[in-house]
């Protein structure tokens, strides 16, 4: 008789902790296996029925991403699935709820041999201002996206001018999301509004800040490219229209020279004690070149150029400050030159005759540019990573591979990666990482 009680009362203990009855299942899902998930990515999605409370975990966070993580009652659930250029792979999205757990499974080759993947890379914008009323500090939602649908042509190649070679396409899509990381709508896709006590700012300053109230700004740098829109603090020695850190290389045979070597394959926004990012000064987001003529302070290319900084790419020109013949960026079809002496003469020459004439002809002497390597060879600047006075529309051959491979191998950069099935252990703590940034004048 004792027996039987404990055994109905253990009974009894189940049915409550399962919230049912023995004939109703705690919940249903509409699919819990997801095959031949294309190696570009989908976004899958499936239902849960229930009455209960429930939650969705990813084991498989790097490349799976679930969302709403928990909810209550009858809801749809959607697991992103990030492109793939490792290897085949097999993620599991936990679901739990009234005490019984599912697994929902998701298979997605990779991308065949030699097949390349179109990056899509999300971009948050955020606008810090102190007056809201003043059209310098917050920018309008309609401007930054007019902005970046142009720097998207720059970086498929299409918006060349004549003459030169033809601009790369570096298969890569820059885009606004429409939901900040805890799954919330933007009011305005890609942008966030922070009011700011302190501005103009100094933009050196800033990239090195160590304070918390700077690097919480900064969203998943493994998810999106955080941009920092603010005034900048005048400087003597010309206008800085643009800063961004160099991205991070892992060390061993997936190094890309020029950049700061780590160990880690894998880093998260806590591994870094600065706010890694790129800065556009603000002040000149509302420039662009009117047809016929030549400005520059051009935020269309302030951007294009700030990018290529972020996905690797030096100057164009000669930076070396050893030897002003060396060609310091790593990529041999951008011409270098001696960018103090073309400043002071071709560059001025050109500037003084316009500013005479208002004849545009007379600035085209200084697109001009001697190849520091050999005297004889005189080239016109087209280059994105060049400053003034050039047509700034392009990058090389060099150039794109560059930045691919920072794509495909960077920490901390968005995007799926060819290491994916072994990076997804990040280091704890903040590194002593050198910050490493590039300071951009007028181009
Ligand atoms: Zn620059």
């Not at 919940?27 to 990515?41: A, Y």
């Not at 599912?102 to 041999?113: C, F, G, H, N």
């Amino acid at each position: 008789m004792k027996t039987r009680l404990t055994y109905l009362w253990t009974a009894l203990f189940c049915l409550i902790l399962a919230g049912c009855s023995s004939d109703e299942p705690a919940f249903t899902l509409s699919q819990d296996n997801f095959t031949d998930v294309p190696p570009e990515g989908q976004i899958l999605s499936f239902q849960i029925e229930t009455a209960g409370e429930w939650t969705a975990t990813s084991l498989n966070k790097d490349w799976c991403t679930v969302s709403p993580g928990k909810g209550t009652g009858n809801a749809t659930i959607t697991i992103d699935v990030e492109g793939n250029i490792s290897q085949d792979r097999t993620g599991i999205v936990t679901i739990y709820c009234n005490g019984v757990q599912t697994d929902v499974s998701i298979t997605q080759k990779a991308l065949p041999e030699g097949e390349e993947l179109t990056y899509r890379i999300p971009v948050i914008f955020h606008v810090l201002y102190k007056d809201q009323n003043d059209p310098y500090q917050y920018i309008s939602a309609s401007r930054i996206k007019q902005v970046l649908d142009k720097v998207n042509q720059y970086y498929d190649g299409k918006t060349i001018a004549a003459g030169g070679d033809a601009g790369q396409d570096i298969n890569l899509e820059f885009y606004l999301p429409e939901t900040a990381p805890q799954g919330n709508a933007l009011e305005a896709p890609g942008v966030e509004y922070v009011a700011w006590d302190e501005m103009p700012i100094n933009c050196e300053s800033f990239m090195q800040d160590k304070n918390d109230r700077i690097i919480n700004l900064l969203w998943d740098l493994n998810k999106y490219i955080n941009i920092m829109l603010y005034n900048f603090t005048a400087v003597e020695g010309g206008t800085i229209l643009g800063i961004s850190h160099l991205p991070l290389s892992t060390r061993g045979q997936n190094y890309l020279e020029g950049l700061h070597d780590v160990e880690y394959t894998h880093m998260e926004n806590s591994n870094l004690g600065y706010p890694h990012c790129v800065s556009i000064n603000s002040l000149y987001f509302d420039q662009d070149t009117p047809e016929g003529y030549y400005n520059s302070a051009d935020a269309n290319v302030t951007l294009a150029h700030e990018l290529g900084h972020y996905l690797g790419l030096h100057h164009a020109f000669n930076e070396g400050e050893s030897d002003p013949n060396a060609d310091s960026d790593y990529c041999t079809d951008t011409k270098p030159y001696n960018r103090n002496l073309y400043q002071s003469t071709t560059m001025m020459d050109a500037y003084n005759a316009y500013n005479k004439s208002g004849d545009m002809n007379d600035l085209l002497p200084g697109f001009q540019r001697v190849n520091s390597l050999n005297a004889e060879d005189i080239f016109t600047s087209y280059n994105l990573m060049d400053y003034e006075i050039s047509y700034s529309d392009r990058f090389t051959l060099n150039q794109r591979e560059r930045m691919r491979h920072v794509l495909e191998y960077s920490p901390l950069i968005p995007g799926p990666k060819k290491t994916a099935s072994t990076r997804s252990v990040a280091p704890q703590g903040v590194l002593d990482i050198p910050i490493i940034y590039k300071v951009c004048y007028k181009h």
